[in-house]
């Protein structure tokens, strides 16, 4: 018998993604998703690179230097946004293996992590619990 069957590694993400209402550390977050901060550091990397709403979630800094050359601060702790956004990297890690394929799906399905897509899943969460 043949059975024809499809896999998908956006709907794979959707049950390891993680949201929260509050601000977190990259230290914290290392904590949560159970990695080293090194580790959390480097998807925070791949993240910064490949998404624009990733990037722009940061704060620009404060720095007068550093503000004139539109610097972000990545320093400071990361919104509820780009937690969900690093718990789908590790996800994806732990499918594809390797960096280069993990930005090159980031980069080919960019509204598996849209704000938007954000937004629509964090409110289905939320509202589910109230």
Same mark, same amino acid.
């Given at each position: 018998? +043949? ?23 990259? #230290?914290?977050?290392? *904590?949560?998703?159970?990695?080293? *901060? ?5 998807? &925070? ?7 624009? #709403? ?8 404060? &720095? ?23 718990? *789908?990297?590790?996800?994806?890690? +732990? ?20 704000? #938007? +897509?954000?937004?629509?899943?964090? +409110? ?7």
């Amino acid at each position: 018998m +043949n059975r024809s069957q499809a896999f998908s590694l956006g709907s794979s993400i959707e049950p390891d993604s993680i949201y929260v209402d509050f601000a977190v550390t990259k #230290s914290e977050l290392a *904590r949560l998703l159970q990695v080293t *901060r090194p580790t959390v550091w480097k998807w &925070d990397k791949i993240a910064y690179f490949a998404l624009e #709403s990733y990037r722009e979630a940061y704060p620009i800094q404060t &720095d007068k230097a550093k503000r004139q050359l539109c610097e972000r601060d990545k320093e400071v702790p990361l919104s509820p946004y780009q937690v969900w956004v690093l718990s *789908r990297i590790k996800s994806l890690m +732990n499918s594809l293996r390797i960096a280069t394929r993990v930005k090159a799906y980031i980069r080919g399905n960019p509204h598996h992590f849209s704000i #938007s +897509n954000f937004q629509y899943k964090s +409110n289905q969460v939320f509202h589910k619990g109230a």
